[in-house]
């Protein structure tokens, strides 16, 4: 019996790139540009994922609707420059050999669910051993911020996939993937701590070289 064709939905910031070094540089520059005081690198990796209106929220529940969007807006000038200045954000270990292993299982179709503007991930999706690989690319531009599951939602409907797995180092994503019907597997290497991310995933792993064996134990088809 051939296994339903399955979503294997991946976040990008602290799953497949390590980008905190920009995020950050990109924070400062937007609290600077506002003269306000630069949360803890703690308090600013532990709102990546959410869109960035949402996240200046919770790093600055006091600023009003009108300074929350002038941050956002020097945060993406800050990230712009950056990505014009310095080196991309690097791909974690073992990410390009596993997205080549999924790409070869028959039921499998891979997508992207991010809390990154279309410009962001057209930036990310840049580098050729990136480009052309997911069959749906959902941004923060067209949907609520995780873990709304909009999007997750979405790129089921554009796959035809009747099942899926989301992928992803934070909560967010989690709750994200589980308010979507999928399953979940959370990556120990990213911005929210292991224990946190366990508490609404089916499985966490350590290395993309678990990833195969791990969702290939989520159903009992593959």
Same mark, same amino acid.
């Given at each position: 019996?051939?296994?339903?064709?399955?979503?294997?939905?991946?976040?990008?910031?602290?799953?497949?790139?390590?980008?905190?070094?920009?995020?950050?540089?990109?924070?400062?520059?937007?609290?600077?540009?506002?003269?306000?005081?630069?949360?803890?690198?703690?308090?600013?990796?532990?709102?990546?994922?959410?869109?960035?209106?949402?996240?200046?929220?919770?790093?600055?529940? #006091?600023?009003?609707?009108?300074?929350?969007?002038?941050?956002?807006?020097? #945060?993406?000038?800050?990230?712009?420059?950056?990505?014009?200045?310095?080196?991309?954000?690097?791909? #974690?270990?073992?990410?390009?050999?596993?997205?080549?292993?999924?790409?070869?299982?028959?039921?499998?179709?891979?997508?992207?669910?991010?809390?990154?503007?279309?410009?962001?991930?057209?930036?990310?999706?840049?580098?050729?051993?990136?480009?052309?690989?997911?069959?749906?690319?959902?941004?923060?531009?067209?949907?609520?911020?995780?873990?709304?599951?909009?999007?997750?939602?979405?790129?089921?409907?554009?796959?035809?996939?009747?099942?899926?797995?989301?992928?992803?180092?934070?909560?967010?994503?989690?709750?994200?993937?589980?308010?979507?019907?999928?399953?979940?597997?959370?990556?120990?290497?990213? #911005?929210?701590?292991?224990?946190?991310?366990?508490?609404?995933?089916?499985?966490?792993?350590?290395?993309?070289?678990?990833?195969?064996?791990?969702?290939?134990?989520?159903?009992?088809?593959?």
């Amino acid at each position: 019996m051939t296994a339903p064709r399955t979503l294997i939905l991946f976040d990008v910031d602290g799953t497949l790139i390590d980008s905190q070094a920009h995020i950050l540089k990109a924070m400062g520059f937007a609290f600077s540009a506002q003269n306000l005081a630069l949360p803890s690198r703690e308090e600013i990796l532990s709102i990546v994922g959410l869109s960035l209106f949402e996240a200046f929220g919770q790093l600055c529940p #006091y600023a009003d609707e009108a300074q929350r969007a002038d941050l956002v807006t020097s #945060y993406k000038d800050g990230f712009f420059t950056l990505r014009q200045t310095t080196a991309p954000s690097p791909l #974690y270990p073992g990410a390009l050999a596993c997205l080549d292993l999924l790409q070869g299982v028959e039921p499998f179709v891979l997508g992207i669910a991010t809390g990154k503007s279309r410009r962001g991930l057209e930036h990310v999706l840049s580098n050729p051993d990136l480009a052309g690989r997911f069959a749906t690319e959902q941004v923060a531009d067209n949907h609520p911020s995780k873990p709304h599951p909009a999007m997750v939602l979405q790129a089921m409907a554009e796959t035809g996939a009747s099942r899926g797995v989301m992928i992803g180092d934070t909560s967010f994503d989690m709750k994200m993937g589980r308010a979507a019907g999928l399953k979940t597997i959370g990556v120990s290497w990213g #911005y929210h701590a292991a224990s946190v991310v366990g508490e609404n995933a089916d499985r966490v792993i350590d290395h993309f070289d678990c990833l195969l064996p791990e969702i290939q134990s989520l159903w009992n088809d593959l």
